[in-house]
């Protein structure tokens, strides 16, 4: 019997394929380094692969796209009760293929090369907008023991720089705060690079353009949501899509039967 789902658990280096026919009886059981999976995918006949939705899941699932496979991501949540015994790799892998055979289970849509790309730039203005958060809280904090204080937010820290060059604290101490400022300085610039970057995309992007006509919605958050889910069709109802989103955001986006792509029963803007 031809093969017809496979499950593949995925890996750094050692993989695991789990293949079944249509019956449910097992075809191939094997273990596959990093460099065999793709020629051992390309060898048999297109069918069902599936995967857990993790961080390398959607390169591989585009990869295996080109194959002529139908690829499946799954929350790895949604696997995790097919497992039928100790968690091995073999045990994953029979679990995610039997996982994809379950009528009613939900699928994450495979990203391009292009959403995961714009991801990249909100997580990296994120990690940096986190690193100078935690840098301008110690410069305040330093400058405390000092008995030097201004208000909060980034933008008073220019006073307590002022302060300290006034002569209120002491060469060693300010070559130390000093280096702190210029750390915090390109970290600045950093920031608005990505969000530059983050901003032409918007502008080239019909989706994230129409987003941002509704109220409270910004160029960020558009990019964010577009690259996050790629078109609204990846849902079943604008109530799936709320649910994804989680209130009161959700709230936000449906006000006034407004919507950035066509859900059903919502009107398209």
Same mark, same amino acid.
């Given at each position: 019997?031809?093969?017809?789902?496979?499950?593949?658990?995925?890996?750094?280096?050692?993989?695991?394929? $789990?293949?079944?026919?249509?019956?449910?009886?097992?075809?191939?059981?094997?273990?596959?380094?990093?460099?065999?999976?793709?020629?051992?995918?390309?060898?048999?006949?297109?069918?069902?692969?599936?995967?857990?939705?993790?961080?390398?899941?959607?390169? *591989?699932?585009?990869? =295996?796209?080109?194959?002529?496979?139908?690829?499946?991501?799954?929350?790895?949540?949604?696997?995790?009760?097919?497992?039928?015994?100790?968690?091995?790799?073999?045990?994953?892998?029979?679990?995610?293929?039997?996982?994809?055979? *379950?009528?009613?289970? &939900?699928?994450?849509?495979?990203?391009?090369? %292009?959403?995961?790309?714009?991801?990249?730039?909100?997580?990296? &203005?994120?990690?940096?907008?986190?690193?100078?958060?935690?840098?301008?809280?110690? #410069?305040?904090? $330093?400058?405390?023991?000092?008995?030097? =204080?201004?208000?909060?937010?980034?933008?008073?820290?220019?006073?307590?720089?002022?302060?300290?060059?006034?002569?209120?604290?002491?060469?060693?101490?300010?070559?130390?705060?000093? /280096?702190?400022?210029?750390?915090?300085?390109?970290?600045?610039?950093?920031?608005?690079?990505?969000? /530059?970057?983050?901003?032409?995309?918007?502008?080239?992007? %019909?989706?994230?353009?129409?987003?941002?006509? #509704?109220?409270?919605?910004?160029?960020?958050?558009?990019?964010? =949501?577009?690259?996050?889910?790629?078109?609204?069709?990846?849902?079943?109802?604008?109530?799936?899509?709320?649910? *994804?989103?989680?209130?009161?955001?959700?709230?936000?986006?449906?006000?006034?039967?407004?919507? *950035?792509?066509?859900?059903?029963?919502?009107?398209?803007?």
């Amino acid at each position: 019997m031809p093969i017809v789902t496979i499950g593949l658990d995925l890996a750094k280096s050692v993989f695991q394929l $789990h293949a079944i026919d249509e019956q449910g009886a097992v075809i191939l059981r094997k273990r596959l380094t990093r460099g065999q999976v793709l020629p051992t995918l390309a060898k048999i006949p297109p069918c069902v692969v599936g995967m857990e939705a993790c961080g390398s899941a959607h390169h *591989w699932a585009r990869e =295996i796209q080109v194959l002529g496979h139908e690829v499946r991501l799954m929350p790895a949540q949604y696997v995790k009760p097919y497992v039928k015994q100790n968690k091995t790799d073999a045990a994953d892998a029979e679990a995610i293929c039997e996982a994809l055979q *379950w009528p009613t289970m &939900r699928f994450v849509a495979v990203k391009s090369v %292009e959403q995961q790309a714009v991801m990249l730039n909100h997580r990296g &203005r994120e990690l940096l907008v986190k690193q100078r958060t935690m840098l301008a809280n110690a #410069i305040r904090a $330093h400058f405390a023991e000092f008995g030097i =204080i201004t208000a909060q937010g980034t933008q008073n820290l220019g006073k307590l720089k002022q302060a300290a060059e006034d002569g209120a604290l002491s060469k060693t101490v300010m070559d130390v705060l000093n /280096l702190l400022f210029d750390q915090l300085d390109g970290l600045n610039k950093r920031i608005k690079e990505l969000e /530059l970057r983050i901003h032409a995309w918007h502008k080239n992007n %019909e989706t994230s353009k129409r987003l941002t006509s #509704i109220t409270g919605i910004g160029p960020l958050t558009a990019s964010a =949501i577009v690259a996050s889910i790629g078109t609204a069709g990846n849902f079943g109802t604008a109530r799936s899509f709320a649910a *994804w989103l989680g209130s009161p955001h959700a709230n936000i986006l449906l006000a006034g039967n407004k919507c *950035w792509v066509g859900f059903p029963n919502v009107v398209m803007v």
